[in-house]
């Protein structure tokens, strides 16, 4: 017979008793036959699950909201032949029941080692100006603390503690790797790039129990927020060419690819062109390594509808080939 286990939901089995701590991320009030019941979906550290609560009682009624940390008790079941977790109990956490890290996702990476691949990177800008730029952001120590914990995303890719320093090194690395094969791309604007598309997205997601956007982040977004911090602090940078900070800003105003996903331009300078698609391959492979691991590694993935397929990583026998 199961006991109560604190397990993470990666690990959740059917008829797994479970006591543990999640973050509320949908609440709906639904009516039946007998009544109310709650339809939830619940995460910690390491992913989602739909909940369904049949008898709730007043606080999970009229005081639970979304956003806040519970402590559940229930009992794993199945729904539509997918886990769902079946609660009997819900209770508001306390203050220091809990860590955040249990809470939401975060890096592989240790906050050390991304710190270092963006200052390797950093270092390899021969453009004095541009060096001076970058660093004139990493040495506001405020601002570098945001960049290492910030996500990239809410739930698409790298939407964990860490993802936007992870997901940026990864950029301007690849960006590398391309040009090494194309002699005229100039490669302190690559770097610069990768490092600072994204940068906005320190403002446009809030990091609290769950990530969500900021209404600054809805109402601007994170690449206007980022060509306002890189022009405000290039006023900074002693001649500095204006003709120089106007390419700067098209690369990452650029690096959607296309007006009708949010790029204010399209790419129009070959290194624009680089970012885009090296932002378009990690994006795309840091959201396909998620489902990887939440479907085990292997197998077809269910319908994911932002990519309109299923997706395929392979068998048994891929694994041992490998």
């Not at 806040?68 to 079946?86: I, T």
Request: net charge negative; hydrophobic share 40%; aromatic share 10%.
């Amino acid at each position: 017979m199961s006991t109560v286990e604190a397990k993470r939901i990666q690990d959740f089995v059917v008829d797994d008793k479970v006591e543990n701590f999640f973050a509320v991320r949908r609440r709906e009030v639904r009516e039946y036959t007998r009544g109310q019941f709650l339809r939830l979906e619940l995460g910690d550290s390491s992913g989602r699950i739909a909940a369904v609560m049949w008898e709730p009682d007043q606080f999970a009624l009229h005081e639970l909201c979304e956003g806040m940390v519970v402590k559940v008790r229930g009992v794993v079941g199945e729904y539509q032949s997918r886990p769902q977790l079946v609660v009997n109990r819900v209770r508001l956490a306390n203050e220091g029941e809990y860590k955040l890290e249990d809470i939401l996702p975060s890096s592989t990476q240790s906050i050390e080692e991304r710190r270092a691949r963006i200052m390797a990177l950093t270092e390899q800008i021969e453009n004095q100006h541009i060096r001076r730029l970058a660093d004139e952001f990493w040495q506001d120590e405020e601002f570098l603390d945001g960049y290492l914990t910030a996500a990239a995303g809410k739930l698409w890719h790298h939407a964990c503690i860490g993802g936007l320093s992870e997901h940026s090194a990864n950029v301007a690395e690849l960006a590398l790797r391309v040009a090494a094969g194309y002699s005229f791309l100039n490669i302190d604007y690559l770097i610069f790039g990768g490092l600072f598309h994204d940068a906005g997205k320190i403002d446009q997601y809030s990091i609290d129990t769950i990530i969500d956007y900021t209404d600054e982040g809805r109402l601007v977004g994170h690449i206007c927020l980022a060509d306002n911090w890189i022009c405000e602090r290039a006023k900074r940078i002693e001649n500095l060419p204006d003709k120089l900070l106007v390419e700067l800003r098209h690369i990452l105003l650029a690096h959607h690819g296309e007006l009708e996903f949010a790029s204010p331009v399209v790419p129009k300078m070959p290194e624009a062109f680089i970012l885009y698609y090296c932002d378009e391959i990690d994006s795309k492979m840091g959201a396909l390594e998620r489902i990887r691991r939440k479907h085990g590694g292997k197998g077809w993935s269910d319908y994911v509808k932002l990519l309109d397929r299923f997706l395929y990583f392979g068998d048994e026998s891929r694994e041992q080939e490998d």
